[in-house]
């Protein structure tokens, strides 16, 4: 299956690129986290998502971001909602839809996202929020299975990936 691939950082797509391959699917990155905040940091991860892509030679598609877009429809009203809250599932559905968006005007198979692998996602709610959007062409795979998380620990070290300490939004850094 010919995949796009909603990717958050470098660090979590690379277990997720690796076990999609051994899987039998052709990746594409894309790279869409109107998110994150400050500018800096967005910028930060995108030059991680680079050279990973570059690394695992495989290609990446990026999303001009919009963060007023995404506080608008995202954050708006639920700036005070703790992580895992429902402000999160908010964010899916915005960056899964503008996944499943692309994945229609690219010509890709299917979609899935990499935020799965962290154990601070609720990979419940991300399928649901991805069925939701497209149930036919929506992969549910949970990469923190099978130790994904720590193999994307690793991978990260050995290739020099930036890490961050916060999922992205500005809300999200205050715990």
Request: net charge positive; with cysteine; aromatic share 10%.
């Amino acid at each position: 299956m010919n995949l796009l691939l909603h990717t958050c950082c470098a660090p979590c797509a690379s277990h997720c690129v690796l076990a999609l391959r051994e899987l039998g699917h052709c990746v594409t990155l894309f790279f869409s986290n109107a998110n994150i905040a400050p500018r800096a940091e967005y910028l930060k991860r995108l030059d991680a998502v680079q050279l990973l892509a570059r690394r695992l030679e495989v290609p990446l598609l990026t999303d001009e971001p919009d963060h007023a877009d995404w506080l608008d429809k995202a954050a708006r009203g639920f700036e005070a909602e703790r992580e895992k809250g429902a402000r999160c599932e908010r964010c899916f559905r915005y960056s899964l839809g503008r996944t499943q968006a692309a994945m229609v005007r690219e010509g890709f198979d299917g979609f899935t996202t990499t935020l799965t692998v962290s154990p601070h996602k609720h990979t419940p709610t991300l399928f649901e929020v991805g069925r939701s959007l497209d149930a036919e062409r929506f992969l549910a795979v949970d990469f923190k299975k099978n130790n994904g998380f720590q193999r994307s620990l690793q991978l990260s070290a050995e290739f020099g990936l930036y890490r961050q300490s916060a999922c992205g939004c500005e809300f999200s850094a205050r715990g």
